[in-house]
């Protein structure tokens, strides 16, 4: 009866790992595919089965960008961040964020924290320094 309520377990969290993995995977298609409430749907459900996955918080950000739900995707930005300080995706998306709404010093300070780490968005992250330093010399 012990063996029985232990085999129970373990298929019934292999069963919640693997669901959760497929959430994400079923949000990606549908995200590609601009399906974007049904994509947003599918990866909270991924948060739910892994809270620290900053990929669903960062898509649910693209998601809200798209929207122009402003507050949301800088929630969802600022997650990602918290769950991976080096996330460059991320702290290069806020910083454009905190640009369009004329923060220039907080995303100044993004970028500068940006071009230390980076590997990826480091051409990027110039050009958005340049435009950054433009709009402080105004």
Do not use: W
């Amino acid at each position: 009866m012990r063996l029985l309520k232990i085999i129970f377990f373990v298929v019934l969290i292999f069963n919640n790992a693997h669901a959760g993995a497929n959430y994400f995977n079923e949000g990606l298609a549908l995200y590609e595919n601009e399906e974007f409430d049904k994509a947003k749907f599918k990866f909270e459900q991924d948060i739910v089965f892994n809270p620290k996955n900053e990929r669903s918080y960062l898509y649910l950000s693209k998601i809200f960008n798209e929207q122009k739900k402003k507050e949301l995707e800088e929630k969802n930005l600022k997650t990602v961040i918290l769950l991976n300080p080096k996330n460059e995706e991320a702290t290069y998306n806020l910083a454009q964020l905190r640009l369009k709404e004329s923060d220039f010093e907080r995303s100044n300070q993004l970028i500068e924290k940006l071009l230390i780490f980076c590997k990826n968005y480091c051409l990027k992250s110039e050009k958005l320094k340049i435009e950054i330093e433009k709009s402080l010399n105004k």
